[in-house]
């Protein structure tokens, strides 16, 4: 019987945008509760705000890219979907193109409470806001610049 033997691998240190992914990802975790509040004081849960908060205002959105937004599958969307028709803030109608495909539409209490969402969404959490008026300029130059990055590779 022969013993296969692995070479031992010596750890590197990771790079910067290895680390920066990193610390972003604490970050955000970090701001789980935050954000739970924030959903809270609209009586949403999480999931509830970012719909409101991504649903089209220009064109009704499908079922379909409000998952893709969300990062999730569509039985997830219409749970989420399900609680927000039931307090009057969007409406299902069949899409112009398929009548099997339904087109979620704001309505003017969903078009109010996604305002006071985007107003409320001003003010940042204590990681962010925590930080002096020039590292957070400094933050968004970079993160807008990573952002740019995405869109432009697409």
Not at 32 to 50: D, I, M
Request: hydrophobic share 40%.
């Amino acid at each position: 019987m022969s013993v296969v033997r692995h070479p031992i691998s010596v750890p590197t240190a990771p790079s910067s945008g290895a680390r920066a992914w990193e610390l972003m990802y604490e970050i955000l975790k970090s701001c789980k509760p935050y954000l739970e509040a924030v959903a809270a004081e609209f009586e949403l849960t999480p999931q509830g705000l970012f719909a409101l908060k991504n649903l089209g205002i220009q064109r009704p959105m499908t079922m379909s890219e409000l998952a893709s937004t969300l990062g999730c599958d569509a039985s997830n969307v219409t749970s989420i979907v399900d609680r927000l028709e039931a307090r009057g803030l969007v409406e299902r109608h069949s899409a112009d193109h398929d009548r099997r495909v339904k087109a979620l539409v704001m309505t003017s209490a969903g078009l109010e409470v996604r305002e006071r969402i985007h107003i409320r969404m001003q003010q940042p959490p204590p990681a962010f806001d925590n930080l002096s008026v020039d590292d957070q300029a400094a933050l968004c130059g970079i993160l807008s610049r990573a952002l740019a990055s995405t869109t432009s590779a697409a």
